[in-house]
């Protein structure tokens, strides 16, 4: 069974950091890229960074540059959003998703497989 976890999301107050987790389990680790999403209701979901498991690649939305860094242990099958200088609008529903490529993707609807996701709260 295919599954992506995504744990560690929280409130914090603004300039705080979180560290979300995304644990993979169900398929070959190595020939994804995973991605990090965000929503808030009523908006689409928002590309913020992936990883490509094959080379280490990575992307990051221009929001989010220089505050998130995005890192995986294909060891343990999971990948880390590290989250520094936290704002208010940064609040959202945090997801990851799993690409089957060795590149990286802004399109949410390229992913095949999503976790249940991980809420944000970013207080001012």
């Known amino acids: 069974e295919v599954q992506l976890v995504e744990s560690g999301g929280g409130l914090v107050q603004a300039g705080g950091s979180l560290r979300l987790s995304c644990a993979a389990s169900?398929?070959?680790?190595?020939?994804?890229?995973i991605g990090w999403f965000r929503q808030v209701p009523g908006k689409e979901r928002e590309a913020i960074s992936c990883?490509?498991?094959?080379?280490?690649?990575?992307y990051y939305g221009e929001f989010v540059k220089g505050r998130f860094t995005i890192s995986s242990d294909n060891a343990k099958n999971t990948v880390y959003l590290q989250m520094n200088s936290l704002k208010p609008e940064d609040t959202a529903g945090y997801f990851c998703?799993?690409?089957?490529?060795?590149?990286?993707?802004?399109?949410?609807?390229?992913?095949?497989?999503w976790g249940q996701g991980t809420q944000v709260a970013v207080s001012s």
């Open positions: 998703a799993a690409l089957r490529s060795m590149f990286c993707s802004t399109n949410s609807y390229a992913y095949t497989y």
């Open positions: 169900g398929f070959n680790f190595d020939d994804y890229a």
């Open positions: 990883i490509s498991s094959t080379d280490g690649s990575t």
